[in-house]
């Protein structure tokens, strides 16, 4: 070798040892550490090695009211420790830790299981630590059946200001109910291992961030090292955290391959502007890529499902570190990065990010989710980036971190999860790793919503043409533990509505209740919602009616009960549905509607076999929603804003005429202009959602005006408002309608039923009035009443044009609205498409991507 290449070689080693600023792993040691075992009275150690301390005579346990137990039997999927004796109570009991200030992990362990005798199913109970709601209806034998999990692990990120750290367990109210713990964990970690340089982190298919400050306190939902084998606590970097393999997320028939870094080529080595606690060198020395060939890498996307909490933002963080040494420069492997359906990296490299392979690095993204029902699949997708022409088609992922942030009011908690059907043995396919280091080739134990995150059976709740059948999503979590205080009784003696005043909101005993369902009788069903589930009935007097039953260990409970009533108690108007009664005994929460005979709006447009409606009675539906809607802006002594306006919550009876119903999320206020605004957390229904108000958090009547609009073109075209199965500009119907009128061609997405039925100068009045209602920006769209007389206009143009025979001979752009003759996107991009102008999809909902406007 000649002397001029070996200078050169030692400078550029010189050189790249300074960038990355080779150091190897040093764990963190933490300032605190108690690992707590509940209801024991010796110290014992886990499969883990790890040391617990008893809590019995523990200068830790604040409450004497509580007492222990053990477990009544032993799961062998269940370790000793700390999962066999618990702390349990009907009353309120609370611990406290001497700390010193700083985020703290707490890790709350639960085996449900009988304990002194008491029914695991009475477990139901609510978890804070000092402002922060942790857990709220908690039930342990739900969750654990529903999840098909031996055992529970929640795992939070609590920042603490003073010198103790108090966590505090409530009983529900229900009859019989008690809290219990197995085991709590208090570890110390640092404070800036979660918190993005600048305390915010861009939301996904956003120009905006949201907030992750000091004040923020997380829930861990999953915790994956991906492509790589699980890692015990002891084998984490100081904080005990657990990871796990990624298999049981990933979806498709094609899922990469699982690649490991060769030590005698590639050295894992931490960049000096990230500390080496971040996460264990193992995690790093690991990943999944797509597999060597780039014609198959091509056509299919690397993907994993996670379900989470409806109604929260999400940190999703991603640890990537090239473990392959032949990836040494840039735009060889360059990959786009999808999260919730959007793009949140296009043209990701690693090399570009760290310059070097074997340097760990890892990107920060938040998005939100909501949708129907009290949970969602979260998709992560990879998928090689095909305009940079990189030299390998592939990408790569070593890890992932996804956590639920704290709500404004503080809140953490999220609904308990739906037991899917019943099986006799837990399902190992579905089990996730232990906690703790036991024998993972004996042992797959089950870690639910928390350190291990949680796998979910996917339930398919079939929504019938009934009232209230829709199942709601994001409510407010201020919910309590339940029906905690009487709610005014108007009629305490007398059940019969027919005989009360009309605008009397009546009470029902429980026993009314029964007999009107035949005791809840399973063939009189209509639907199942968020709230509950919904039954057909007759009261006394014959009158038929639809009755809603709460289930108690909703997240949805008292707060929309109660608004439900007030609202409907004092509103009676033709266009909104009537609220007959309620009831309230034994901690139940039933209301009782009129009977809507031909249940929803959405259930006439599409996606059921019953016949299309015509063109003119869709309008005179279409005027009715906006006379009750109206009547709530303006009709009432105060201004009432629904806050979730669309197809499913408005009802049609015997007779065809529409009523707007499910106020659970409404808001009411002085007497409100129409650009006036209510500031509150974010509420709706994404595809009805306005961007104004999701971007500003401040609620206007016009909210209401963008989500009628989005309801007009429903009715017009037939098909939902987000509907991801189509191509990337078509699944946001309001985003979608905006684009064909701007290019000529609005007439061609209509419903096929509809060709050649509408009049034009009707057609031309309905669009104008749906296109200005969903205006990105409030004040120019109308209200509603300029929207009812324009839609009572457009029916006179209508049923002027059919006594003169004159309509509308627009065809159907099929190509418009078929699926991609090629690789179909789903839900998750299971391809990713590209867009009319060759480049790769944008986010995908346009209130979520462009709040600015189109």
């Given amino acids: ?213 000091y004040n923020t306190a997380l829930e861990t939902a999953y915790r994956i090292n991906v492509g790589g084998n699980d890692i015990s606590p002891s084998g984490d970097t100081g904080m005990f955290r657990s990871w796990y393999n990624d298999q049981p997320y990933l979806y498709g028939a094609t899922f990469g391959v699982p690649v490991t870094t060769d030590p005698s080529k590639t050295i894992i080595t931490y960049p000096k502007d990230m500390p080496t606690y971040v996460a264990p060198e193992n995690v790093y020395s690991t990943a999944r890529s797509m597999g060597p060939n780039p014609q198959i890498n091509q056509n299919y996307n690397l993907t994993w499902i996670f379900s989470v909490d409806v109604g929260f933002f999400y940190l999703v963080r991603l640890h990537f570190c090239e473990v392959q040494a032949y990836i040494n420069a840039i735009n060889q492997k360059t990959f786009n990065i999808f999260l919730s359906n959007q793009t949140a990296e296009s043209g990701a490299d690693v090399i570009r990010w760290v310059k070097h392979n074997g340097v760990p690095v890892y990107k920060d993204y938040a998005v939100i989710v909501t949708g129907e029902g009290p949970r969602q699949d979260l998709w992560l997708a990879l998928h090689p980036n095909l305009s940079t022409h990189p030299q390998y088609y592939d990408a790569i992922l070593n890890g992932v971190e996804i956590f639920k942030l704290s709500d404004t009011d503080y809140n953490l908690a999220g609904p308990n999860p739906i037991p899917g059907p019943k099986q006799d043995v837990v399902d190992q396919s579905m089990a996730l790793p232990s906690t703790r280091a036991v024998n993972s080739n004996k042992l797959k134990s089950i870690i639910g919503g928390g350190a291990g995150g949680v796998l979910v059976l996917a339930l398919a709740i079939a929504i019938g043409f009934c009232v209230f059948a829709a199942s709601r999503h994001g409510k407010d979590h201020s919910s309590s533990d339940g029906p905690s205080g009487q709610l005014p009784k108007t009629n305490t003696t007398k059940s019969n509505a027919s005989s009360l005043p009309s605008n009397i909101c009546c009470h029902f005993s429980f026993a009314e209740i029964e007999a009107a369902t035949k005791n809840f009788d399973e063939a009189l069903l209509l639907g199942v919602g968020g709230f509950g589930k919904v039954y057909s009935g007759e009261i006394e007097d014959g009158n038929k009616v639809a009755i809603k039953r709460g289930n108690t260990l909703s997240r949805q409970g008292v707060h929309e009960f109660q608004t439900e009533i007030e609202m409907l108690s004092k509103l009676r108007h033709h266009h909104l549905v009537s609220l007959i009664g309620y009831c309230e005994e034994n901690c139940e929460m039933i209301l009782v509607y009129d009977y809507m005979a031909h249940g929803t709006l959405r259930g006439h447009l599409y996606k059921a076999q019953k016949p299309p409606l015509p063109w003119k009675q869709r309008l005179q539906i279409c005027i009715g929603a906006a006379q009750g809607i109206h009547y709530l802006h303006t009709g009432s002594k105060h201004s009432i804003i629904h806050r979730d306006v669309k197809t499913t919550n408005i009802l049609l009876d015997e007779k065809w005429v529409a009523k707007v119903s499910d106020f659970g999320l409404s808001k009411t ?19 009805y959602l306005d961007p104004e108000y999701f971007k500003s958090r401040q609620l206007t009547k016009k909210s209401d005006v963008y989500s009628f609009g989005v309801v007009l073109f429903e009715i017009l075209c037939a098909r939902p408002a987000l509907d991801t199965t189509l191509k990337d500009k078509q699944i946001n119907l309001a985003e979608w309608a905006n684009h064909c009128h701007q290019k000529g061609t609005l007439d061609q997405i209509i419903d096929p039923y509809l060709e050649g039925k509408i009049a034009p100068e009707c057609f031309k009045k309905f669009t104008e009035t749906a296109l200005k209602c969903v205006s990105d920006q409030c004040i120019e769209r109308p209200s509603m009443g300029d929207v009812l007389c324009n839609l009572e206009f457009a029916l006179q143009l209508q049923e002027s044009a059919e006594e003169s025979g004159k309509g509308i001979d627009g065809k159907m752009d099929k190509e418009e609205r078929s699926f991609d003759d090629g690789l179909a996107p789903s839900a998750v991009f299971s391809q990713i498409m590209e867009t009319d102008d060759g480049s790769t999809p944008s986010a995908l909902f346009s209130q979520i991507m462009n709040p600015e406007g189109r």
């Fill in 1 to 213: 070798m000649k002397t001029a290449d070996r200078s050169s070689s030692v400078l550029m080693f010189v050189s790249l040892a300074a960038a990355i600023h080779v150091i190897f792993a040093v764990n963190y040691v933490p300032s605190e550490q108690f690992h707590l075992n509940c209801g024991e009275s010796s110290i014992l150690n886990d499969t883990d090695t790890c040391s617990w301390t008893p809590d019995v005579g523990s200068k830790f346990l604040l409450s004497t009211k509580s007492s222990t137990s053990k477990a009544a039997t032993q799961d062998p999927l269940v370790p000793e420790v700390p999962y066999m004796t618990a702390r349990i109570s009907q009353s309120e009991f609370s611990y406290s830790f001497p700390i010193v200030p700083g985020r703290k992990f707490v890790r709350l362990h639960f085996y449900s299981n009988s304990y002194n005798g008491h029914n695991p199913t009475n477990a139901i109970f609510s978890v804070s630590s000092g402002s922060y709601t942790l857990l709220r209806n908690f039930s342990t034998a739900q969750t654990t059946e529903a999840l098909n999990y031996a055992y529970i692990v929640k795992e939070y990120l609590i920042p603490v200001d003073g010198e103790t750290l108090t966590i505090k367990f409530t009983p529900s109210m229900k009859k019989n109910a008690y809290a219990f713990v197995n085991g709590i964990e208090v570890i110390s970690m640092p404070n800036d291992i979660y918190k993005n340089a600048n305390g915010s982190v861009i939301l996904v298919g956003q120009d905006y961030s949201i907030s992750v400050d």
């Fill in 669 to 687: 206020g002085p007497k409100l202009d129409d650009t006036e605004h209510i500031t509150t957390a974010v509420k709706g229904t994404f595809g």
